[in-house]
């Protein structure tokens, strides 16, 4: 997968839906990936394949990091403003198999903020299906923010979240571009 050769990807991982800046670690060291679900919009025609391509880039460019690779990953999604326009039951199913039992990667927790009811629904069947008892136990719904402060200091967060980061998806993805140019990118997904 690559942004340079890829418009929808481009497209896609521009939009927001989820940030892995590498200055948000976790107080445990673990890298951090931040979702907002409610900038996924499904009904502009984007695939629950598509989705999950966004994501996969994202975790790849994780996979380059010391913090990932040493101390895991948390993910914190908040779900503030989500609608059924954003999400799709097959993002889910099609994203956990994927990564569980493929990506080298250690998920420590996963950090849902202000989750809507039916979100709740889909989610809680999706994970007693397709997660491990131990990664079950790792997923925490939250209803303040005050609550992932405990795992991330406040100052590192995006502004939205109360903290002092300002992200430019645009610029990352643009350096990705010069990254993948320059062959100064270690992937996963991309073999010489």
Known sequence: MQLSKDPLLKK????????????????????????????????????PEQVCRMILYTIDRLLERPSTRENGVIIFHDLKGVSKNNVHPGV?????????GHLPIKIKGIYLLNAPFFFKGIFTVLTSVLFP???????????SIEDIYEVVDKELLLKEHGGELEFD???????????????????IFITS
């Open 12 to 47: 896609h991982v521009s939009s927001n839906v989820v940030v892995a800046p590498e200055s948000i670690v976790s107080k445990s060291g673990c890298s951090v990936i931040v979702g907002r679900l409610s900038n996924n919009d499904m009904s502009d025609g984007r695939t």
């Open 92 to 100: 889910g199913k099609l994203l956990l198999g994927a990564i569980i």
């Open 133 to 143: 008892k131990k990664m079950k136990q790792r997923v925490h719904y939250v209803d």
């Open 169 to 187: 998806a645009d610029t990352w993805v643009e350096e990705q571009i010069n990254r993948e140019k320059n062959g100064d990118l270690e992937s």
